[in-house]
């Protein structure tokens, strides 16, 4: 049986006059991936932020594996478990694919005492444990051992794409957020990227939301799919429920 993992229930958020997100609620059944979709100013990319600490909820509550999440700050919800990537990549084109990685591990595992001021470095043990765990579990996973000691610059749009995703995992996340995956990429890198998702899925254990405006990709890979549009959850049940769904259908013809 199958538990959810993330609860968001009637999450208001609004910016000056405008409300982004109204009444918000979903759960987020644990190893089985979510994906978030709409039309564009629907509310998905609000509705990430507020679940990792960017945006602030006016009201509704979010908790994640039991506990409350509005009450802790961005840090610490990354520390326990919640790691993102985002819409445009960012990756630091002089180091190399191992460096890259590496950093999120630093940035995601460390940030309490990089904000305490207390952070020296990582030890030489856990430094051996990270290169360890970034061989294994991501280098190995996506594929990326050809490139793991290649500078980041000039490698394929793809590649950086998946280094994204490996940076996003090496902090090994229960729950991994991708804002657009799909984006940019070329076809038949599509299907490449849905399929070492579904591994992060299926050998590591995560589980995985994600907002993408792709609907194949999203229609052939998700175990569920929410529907935002003006800021509401209109539908939410498996890919061909949603596909067969009236009001989704009109959301999106509305929108074109
Ligand atoms: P897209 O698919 O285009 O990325 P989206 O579904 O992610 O869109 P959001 O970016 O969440 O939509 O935007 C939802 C609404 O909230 C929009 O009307 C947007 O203009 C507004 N909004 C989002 N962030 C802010 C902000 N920081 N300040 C003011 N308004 C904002």
Redo the contacts with the bound molecule.
Sequence with gaps: MTSDILDVSGVD?T??G????SDVSLSVPERKITA?I????????????VISGF?KANSGSVTFAGADLLSQPAHTRSANGISRTF?NIALFPGMTVAENIKLGAHAQLRTGLFTAGLYLGPAAREERELEQRMDETVIELLGLEDSRDSSVSGLPYGTQKRIELARALISAPRLLMLD?PFAGLPTTEKATMAAQIRKVVDERGVTVLL?D?DMESIMGMSDQVVV?NF?EVIAAGAPAEVQANPAVIEAYLGAE
């Excluded at 405008?18 to 997100?21: C, F, G, W």
């Design positions: 958020v910016f000056g405008i409300r982004a997100l978030v709409g039309p564009n100013g629907a509310g998905k990319t609000t509705l990430f932020n945006y819409q657009e907002i405006h935002l800021g």
